[in-house]
């Protein structure tokens, strides 16, 4: 890309050029004007191609929700960093991503991402993080808690008492049973889901996804291709109405 | 309704109490108190307004309906639709927006729904 040249102009720079235009007469007369070109006969400029210095492109950095897991205070920050200090108690948050793909037992507090791969496993240990790929093993006394998303894989048969998440992802090709009132803000099936499901966001079953069971929320979204078998209370306007016995 | 023309159009100033039966595609964007069977497709306007129940080989709703409705095929509602009433077909497509309360059985993976019986029983 080509540099771009700023010329400086200052006081001395201004007299210099115009002592040098007076030396070669081309200084003009106090009160003198030229003339306005006329641009009719020129040809119309060419178009700048698109990556073109000239042009500037705004591009909005990412913007992640952080949850402080001392005082609970939520903020947006945009960017990526290692680490972050709370803007209300000023507690650290680490901000790194981890992956685990071997047997695991060393608690994980961070505000990134966690994933768990297939040779994972979570042994005795608890993981808070911003969001949570788990396509691994957990065992019973292992939980997670995710401020974001959570997204379960084909591999993960985890306990849905081990689970608390804002957001639910179940990949393609996983299928979960959640005997208890699962509680989300956004969920998205790709896979199959058997829940009692209570959303204050938008659910939404892709291409392949199936959800059984009960939902009641604000909003639906069903891609063609997508299962629904199941009690459905959608009300966009409030409160759904109460459902009969 | 022209009876060479492939679809039926009733207007959003028709009321008909009684029950429709077409073998082709019905356009419904008037008042319906009854039932609609249609061996081809059915399609509800933003100004369609049933009670009563739907059966048709693929439905469209962008109105109101407080029924049941079976699908041989697909069942399709835009953002401006309301149902309240049990749902059943082979493959459905829901927009954000939608009011729906009921019953759904739809699974895309199951074997296709069978022929609509007549005289199916409101919810």
Redesign the interface.
């Given at each position: 890309m080509a540099e771009k040249r700023t010329k400086v102009m200052d006081g001395f720079a201004v007299v210099r050029g115009l002592a040098q235009a007076k030396h070669d007469g081309t200084l003009p007369l106090p009160g003198s004007r030229k003339p306005a070109e006329d641009l009719s006969s020129h040809p119309p400029p060419a178009a700048l191609p698109k990556d073109s210095p000239h042009i500037v492109k705004t591009i909005e950095p990412t913007k992640r929700t952080i949850r402080c897991f001392k005082c609970g205070y939520e903020f947006k920050l945009a960017g990526t960093t290692k680490a972050i200090y709370c803007a209300k108690c000023r507690e650290k948050i680490d901000m790194g991503d981890y992956v685990i793909d071997r047997p695991w037992s060393e608690e994980i507090k961070t505000g990134g991402s966690v994933i768990i791969r297939p040779t994972g496993r979570l042994e005795n240990v608890r993981i808070w993080a911003g969001n949570v790929i788990l396509d691994g093993g957990m065992d019973e006394n292992s939980s997670i808690e995710c401020t974001q998303w959570l997204e379960l894989g084909a591999q993960a048969k985890p306990h849905p008492r081990q689970l608390a998440m804002r957001n639910l992802r179940v990949a393609a090709g996983a299928s979960m049973a959640f005997k208890y009132k699962l509680q989300v803000n956004h969920l998205e099936l790709l896979g199959t889901l058997e829940a009692d499901v209570e959303a204050t966001g938008l659910v939404s079953i892709r291409d392949g996804g199936h959800l059984k069971g009960t939902v009641r929320g604000a909003h639906l979204q069903v891609e063609e291709g997508g299962g629904l078998s199941a009690r459905v209370f959608i009300w966009p306007q409030g409160n759904p109405p109460a459902e009969d016995s | 309704m022209s009876n060479e023309s492939h679809e039926s159009v009733i207007g959003s100033d028709v009321e008909i109490i009684g029950t429709i039966k077409s073998s082709g595609t019905v356009r419904l964007d008037g008042k319906l108190e009854g039932e609609l069977q249609c061996g081809g497709n059915a399609i509800l306007g933003k100004s369609a307004q049933v009670k009563g129940n739907i059966t048709a080989t693929s439905v469209s709703i962008e109105g109101k309906i407080n029924g049941n409705i079976l699908a041989k095929d697909?069942i399709e509602m835009k953002a401006t639709a309301t149902v309240n009433g049990d749902i059943k077909a082979r493959?459905?497509?829901?927009?954000?927006?939608?009011?729906?309360?009921?019953?759904?059985?739809?699974?895309?993976?199951s074997q296709p729904v069978p022929a609509p019986q007549p005289g199916v029983p409101q919810r």
């Open positions: - | 697909k493959r459905l497509s829901v927009e954000d927006g939608v009011t729906f309360v009921g019953r759904s059985e739809v699974n895309p993976n």
